[in-house]
């Protein structure tokens, strides 16, 4: 019982702080950094509220991941073991690529 307490307060803790993220950076009026330690220029965006937007959007969805792990735990603690596994590796994938697309596609040319 114990375990599956820290299990659901670090998974949805987890969940909330990505969701949190995610709306931080669509209520910013400056661009939404990704890489610990650097910022994007306004001069660098095209359209920065929709830059915003979309990374907002990613970081939501990767949110997703923990929370479903979490709730999953309630049928299978190795179907949640798995979703958490992914969440880390192949997430952590999405979340880089994504980025990079929403960069290039609003970044001055």
């Given at each position: 019982?114990?375990?599956?307490?820290?299990?659901?307060?670090?998974?949805?803790?987890?969940?909330?702080?990505?969701?949190?993220?995610?709306?931080?950076?669509?209520?910013r009026?400056?661009?939404?950094?990704?890489?610990?330690g650097?910022?994007?220029?306004?001069?660098?965006?095209?359209d920065v509220?929709r830059?915003?937007?979309?990374n907002?959007v990613?970081?939501?969805?990767?949110?997703?991941?923990y929370?479903?792990?979490?709730l999953?735990?309630?049928?299978?603690?190795?179907?949640?073991?798995?979703?958490?596994?992914?969440?880390?590796?192949?997430?952590?994938?999405?979340?880089?690529?994504?980025?990079?697309?929403?960069?290039?596609?609003?970044?001055?040319?």
């Amino acid at each position: 019982m114990a375990g599956a307490i820290v299990w659901y307060i670090t998974l949805f803790g987890c969940a909330i702080l990505f969701y949190a993220i995610g709306i931080y950076a669509q209520k910013r009026e400056k661009p939404m950094h990704f890489w610990s330690g650097t910022e994007v220029d306004e001069k660098e965006i095209t359209d920065v509220k929709r830059y915003n937007k979309e990374n907002g959007v990613m970081w939501k969805r990767y949110a997703l991941w923990y929370a479903a792990a979490g709730l999953a735990e309630i049928w299978s603690m190795a179907a949640a073991l798995t979703l958490l596994v992914l969440a880390c590796t192949l997430g952590i994938v999405f979340l880089v690529s994504t980025y990079n697309k929403i960069y290039r596609k609003y970044s001055v040319k």
